[in-house]
């Protein structure tokens, strides 16, 4: 079993010699096998120049987009190179660049995974977890964020629906390629709200979701924040407009399409053994 790790990079410069050797630590003390894949999005500092370097100590591959496409877009290359590479029984787990999340949660998310979810975030939300260093009008914005998110797409075992720190089952995701194609990840454009339309597409495929508790060090981050919270704020919009529980009108086509197609992807998609319930979605 090889562990992905995906990190989406813009300007990061600052925080990749500290990212990385934590990777590295980490996969290590959990006797894991693992290859970082790094898509720097057209960064205009040393980004790539600093990631290569550590190439010659651990397994890395580097993408490159020559010019800045956004998360959406960047995210989405990332996973279709992970699921190209690896195979079933991989797992895929996409963390921020910007050294604010643990990659000792590793363990913890490859382990919920292994007892039967299919996508398990990193939250804050579960007893033990936090964040530090959050300003108080971001913390605002994410609340006011979570709330919508979970009225508008209630999804069994997910609490903590903006954190991009999660493992995904590589079947998973191979299924949501097969399935959705160009469309997993539609709106490229729409800065972060690409975080809520994976999980949103994962659960109307029938992922199952869980949580591990996450402390978040907002603290160390070294680069500004990227949020831009208007075209984010356009995304959410569009994707409840589309995809919502209640009233998305994207949402029966899709599930008739996913009814009719899951019989043949899941045949081409081999299925490793698996036990049948996800411990947290029970919880949760
Ligand atoms: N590839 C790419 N990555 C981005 C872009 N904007 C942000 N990121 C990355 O997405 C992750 C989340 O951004 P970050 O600034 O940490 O957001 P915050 O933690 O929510 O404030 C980081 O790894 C960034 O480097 C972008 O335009 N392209
Ligand atoms: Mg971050």
New binding site residues.
């Given amino acids: 079993m090889t562990i992905f790790i995906l ?4 300007n ?1 410069e600052d925080s990749i010699p500290a990212l990385l050797p934590r990777i590295r630590d980490s996969m290590r003390d959990g006797g894991f096998s693992y290859r970082i894949v790094l ?1 720097d ?1 057209g960064s205009m500092d040393e980004t790539a120049a600093r990631a290569e370097r550590f190439a010659r100590e651990m397994p890395i591959d580097i993408l490159r987009h020559s010019i ?4 959406g877009e ?1 995210i989405r290359d990332g996973i279709e190179h992970c699921v190209r590479s690896g195979s079933p029984g991989d797992i895929v787990v996409r963390m ?3 050294d ?1 999340q643990d990659p000792s949660y590793v363990a913890a998310l490859v382990e919920k995974i292994e007892s039967g979810c299919d996508v398990v975030v990193t939250s804050r939300y579960q007893p033990g977890g936090g964040q530090s260093g959050v300003e108080g009008h971001r913390k605002l914005l994410s609340w006011g964020a979570g709330l919508y998110m979970k009225l508008l797409f209630p999804i069994r075992g997910l609490r903590d629906y903006s954190c ?1 720190y999660r493992a995904y089952r590589w079947e998973t995701l191979k299924k949501a390629i097969d399935v959705y194609g160009n469309r997993f990840i539609e709106r490229k454009d729409l800065g ?1 709200s690409c975080t809520l339309e994976k999980v949103v597409k994962l659960d109307l495929l029938g992922a199952r979701f869980g949580e591990v508790a996450h402390f978040l060090h907002y603290d160390r ?1 070294k ?1 500004a ?3 831009a919270s208007m075209p984010t704020t356009w995304g959410y919009l569009l994707l409840a407009l589309k995809y919502s529980k209640w009233f998305g009108v994207r949402r029966r086509f899709w599930k008739r399409r996913i009814g009719e197609l899951t019989g043949a992807v899941s045949e081409q998609t081999t299925q490793t053994e698996r036990p049948a319930t996800c411990a947290a979605s029970q919880a949760a």
């Fill in positions: 990190l989406p990079a813009y990061e898509v999005d800045n496409r956004g998360l960047t921020d660049c910007d604010s991009g972060f981050k680069s924040s990227k949020m």
